[in-house]
């Protein structure tokens, strides 16, 4: 399933780059061991505090509404993880009255060593646009990474959790189909349900 989503982007070869640098770094900072916490906090999202990528305040009570989120870690320099969102956006809409919510975390939107912005904001909003994945994207807070997300490897990587942003079920790496994610969608749901 290629949705063409990098051509149309305009990425030229410095952005590339830097998008491989800031992936780099990313996974350096992923496999330091959480400091604070331990491993009681990793066991799910239950309390922190960051902003999505539009500039909203957000913690965990993202999760409150629903009984199960889809919680998919990303990054702009991921094909897999562009070539999904569009099948994540649509079950979004389709599962918003039953329960479920979905919410991307951007693993490479990270503060600029100048101080002022955010290195790939602008490229994180258009993938979000483009793709139609109109759902929460979070950008990692120092909060979010003494929390589950201290564990993440590689991108895209995608549990699930309750409606205190603990975490239920196994954790899937990798990009999947809609069928896919529907199928993981509804076992989970049925799990908190019974």
């Not at 994540?88 to 479920?100: D, F, H, I, P, W």
């Not at 490479?108 to 490229?123: A, E």
């Not at 942003?165 to 349900?193: C, D, F, M, N, P």
Request: one cysteine or more; charged letters at 15%; a neutral charge.
């Amino acid at each position: 399933m290629h949705h063409g989503i990098i051509p149309f982007m305009k990425i030229n070869s410095l952005q590339i780059r830097n998008s491989l640098l800031i992936a780099l770094v990313f996974s350096l900072i992923l496999a330091m061991p959480v400091f604070a916490g331990g491993e009681a906090e990793q066991t799910g999202l239950t309390s922190f505090k960051t902003m999505d990528i539009y500039g909203n305040e957000a913690t965990q009570q993202i999760f409150a509404t629903n009984a199960i989120t889809l919680v998919n870690v990303w990054g702009t320099f991921c094909p897999p993880c562009l070539e999904e969102m569009p099948a994540l956006g649509e079950l979004a809409r389709e599962y918003a009255s039953k329960g479920v919510g979905i919410v991307g975390i951007v693993a490479d939107v990270v503060p600029n060593p100048s101080g002022i912005g955010m290195i790939n904001l602008d490229t994180a909003i258009q993938i979000a646009a483009q793709t139609k994945a109109e759902y929460p994207h979070l950008i990692i807070s120092e909060d979010l990474q003494k929390t589950r997300l201290g564990n993440v490897q590689a991108v895209p990587e995608t549990f699930f959790v309750d409606s205190k942003g603990k975490v239920i079920g196994q954790t899937v790496v990798g990009a999947r189909s809609k069928a896919a994610w529907k199928i993981l969608i509804e076992k989970h749901l049925s799990a908190v349900q019974k």
